[in-house]
T-cell receptor, first 118, second 111 residues
Framework: DSGVTQTPKHLITATGQRVTLRCSPRSGDLSVYWYQQSLDQGLQFLIQYYNGEERAKGNILERFSAQQFPDLHSELNLSSLELGDSALYFC?????????????????FGEGSRLTVL | EDKVVQSPLSLVVHEGDTVTLNCSYEVTNFRSLLWYKQEKKAPTFLFMLTSSGIEKKSGRLSSILDKKELFSILNITATQTGDSAVYLCAVDRFYGQNFVFGPGTRLSVLP
């Protein structure tokens, strides 16, 4: 158990709908990352937050948005869903800070939320 | 553009074989290199390498980093079917997007 909790584990929805994926990082971790993994594809970086602020953005679609709340949990919102959005969405957290003086640590991954868009 | 490249992308071996997985990188603000193993679910951490030439070892797995040539290798000796997985290499950076992942090497170990 990595200590990172993601809900829901599975989600089936229809095209055009909107879903919210939730992530609770490991206790004390300030950094949260979201990744998308389509079938047999690598991990595609979506977005990174540090202590409530967005720190880096990857190839995240405009239909997708995310935020990190004061209690450090994070949500990824996916709207106007398309078939191609079907994927495994991972949240990960890290103790490392944004700046070089931060703790050097690895990423801890949640079990993922498997989204199926029909 | 920052990138992490892994080779081979796919590998099939038989139990007992030794395999070497490669990871090369071109990133700015390098901080460390990490290896992860992904089976059906979430990637699990294997090694973190920050210094050149120092081998990290865990059972049958070992890894080493060459910061001059910008690559790392992951060795697995006496492979077992349980080693079948995707092995991901990632580079952590000081600034910007912290962790840049490679595409992974899919290892299949046949009995």
């Amino acid at each position: 158990d990595s200590g990172v909790t993601q809900t829901p584990k599975h989600l089936i929805t229809a095209t055009g709908q909107r879903v919210t994926l939730r992530c609770s990082p490991r206790s004390g971790d300030l950094s949260v990352y979201w990744y998308q993994q389509s079938l047999d594809q690598g991990l595609q970086f979506l977005i990174q937050y540090y202590n409530g602020e967005e720190r880096a953005k990857g190839n995240i679609l405009e239909r997708f948005s995310a935020q990190q709340f004061p209690d450090l949990h994070s949500e990824l919102n996916l709207s106007s869903l398309e078939l191609g959005d079907s994927a495994l969405y991972f949240c990960a957290s890290s103790a490392r800070g944004f700046r070089s003086g931060g703790h050097t640590g690895e990423l801890f991954f949640g079990e993922g939320s498997r989204l199926t868009v029909l | 553009e920052d990138k992490v490249v892994q080779s081979p992308l796919s590998l099939v071996v038989h139990e007992g074989d030794t395999v070497t997985l490669n990871c090369s990188y071109e990133v700015t603000n390098f901080r460390s290199l990490l290896w992860y193993k992904q089976e059906k679910k979430a990637p699990t951490f294997l090694f973190m390498l920050t210094s050149s030439g120092i081998e990290k070892k865990s059972g049958r797995l070992s890894s080493i980093l060459d910061k001059k040539e910008l690559f790392s290798i992951l060795n697995i000796t006496a492979t077992q079917t349980g080693d079948s997985a995707v092995y991901l290499c990632a580079v952590d950076r000081f600034y910007g997007q912290n962790f840049v992942f490679g595409p992974g090497t899919r290892l299949s170990v046949l009995p």
